[in-house]
């Protein structure tokens, strides 16, 4: 249910629509380890009032739809306190691209040479986006707690990025090398 609580840790901040926490948290910045579209979103917010964990207001507009602003109740941040507290299973690691190198000896060495190149282009992209987003270095965050745990995750996908491209660079070293199979 870890949709709910990253709702609920974003509405802790402050409220916000659901349109809001689409576009100005998700869409920015919780996508790059948990996305959720907008339906996903409006579900969730509609569970979350169920179990009395939000509560919302109407604000009105003139000549625009009104807009549903949701909060953190009571419940709710007790809710989050308690998930944020507990200890989570470790997600199994799926990726679809070791599959083609685990059974890459039936390619010939361009071939798994170009499906190398292309996944070294996109982390090297997911790489060069993470380092767009305005988070100060945490040497110049001190008593931050807020931006400091938010740095600290952006600084695991930093990590996991430059690892996989410095894999990625051994492997097609090592595939240079390699005797090719017959064509």
Not at 20 to 38: E, G, H, M, N, V
Not at 98 to 104: A, K, M, S, Y
Not at 112 to 137: C, G, M, N, S
Request: aromatic share 10%; proline share 6%; glycine share 4%.
């Amino acid at each position: 249910m870890s949709l709910a609580h990253a709702i609920l840790g974003l509405l802790q901040i402050e409220p916000m629509t659901g349109y809001d926490l689409k576009t100005q948290c998700f869409d920015t910045s919780i996508r790059y380890f948990w996305p959720a579209d907008q339906a996903q979103i409006y579900r969730t917010l509609d569970k979350m009032a169920e179990d009395g964990w939000v509560d919302n207001t109407i604000e009105v507009q003139e000549g625009r739809p009104n807009r549903k602003v949701y909060s953190v109740t009571d419940a709710g941040r007790a809710e989050l306190h308690r998930w944020l507290t507990l200890e989570h299973p470790h997600p199994p690691y799926r990726d679809a691209f070791l599959i083609q190198v685990f059974f890459g000896g039936q390619l010939r060495n361009n071939e798994i040479f170009a499906q190398f190149q292309k996944q070294l282009a996109h982390h090297q992209a997911l790489l060069a986006e993470y380092q767009t987003v305005p988070l100060p270095p945490l040497e110049e965050l001190h008593d931050e707690r807020d931006l400091t745990m938010e740095r600290l995750t952006l600084e695991l996908g930093f990590r996991i990025q430059q690892a996989y491209i410095d894999w990625l660079n051994l492997a097609m070293e090592t595939v240079k090398n390699l005797p090719d199979i017959p064509s």
